[in-house]
């Protein structure tokens, strides 16, 4: 599985370098000159860094072949992307990436099937947005109050949900 790591945004300067929205916690790793990364779309790399900086908090790009700001406007909105395979398993076992978790199984508590989780969402709290057969989707807030128990070898993901939250279409 391909995993968006950055995205190319608009050139800086005229000799070809990128902004780059980073979309990794370890962009010193995936960004680190002679890196050759995979793009979206594929045709497009990949793409080997020559230089990374840092500049008012925005990574800035040097890429092999990209010499001036017409070729630096071509690249924006590419994605740069890596295999999940890459990406070494966390020692924390309250820790995974969004790869890991699409696709579980949600239960609740008590063992009944609620849907699958189809996306993570980080928009201040993770949201898990499980989709449901016959209804429309819910989000679960990915905190452990409510998402007590996660078993990767049996694909699911347990949910300690309070009234309402995973009926929200139900009248009480």
Do not use: C
Not at 91 to 112: S, Y
Not at 133 to 156: C, H, Q, T
């Amino acid at each position: 599985m391909q995993l968006v790591v950055g995205r190319i945004g608009r050139p800086h300067g005229v000799r070809g370098e990128v902004t780059v929205e980073v979309r990794t916690d370890d962009p010193e790793l995936r960004f680190a000159p002679g890196t050759a990364l995979a793009t979206d779309p594929a045709n497009v790399g990949p793409l080997t860094i020559e230089r990374a900086r840092w500049h008012s908090g925005i990574l800035l790009l040097t890429l092999a072949g990209v010499h001036d700001r017409d070729a630096a406007e071509e690249l924006r909105g590419t994605m740069l992307v890596v295999d999940s395979a890459e990406i070494p398993p966390s020692d924390d076992p309250d820790e995974f990436h969004d790869h890991q978790l699409i696709g579980l199984a949600v239960v609740t508590t008590e063992g009944e099937k609620v849907g699958e989780v189809s996306d993570v969402l980080h928009h201040g709290q993770d949201l898990l947005v499980v989709s449901r057969s016959s209804r429309d989707d819910v989000y679960v807030p990915f905190v452990k109050a409510l998402v007590p128990e996660i078993d990767l070898g049996k694909g699911v993901l347990v949910v300690d949900a309070p009234p309402g939250l995973l009926d929200l279409d139900r009248a009480e």
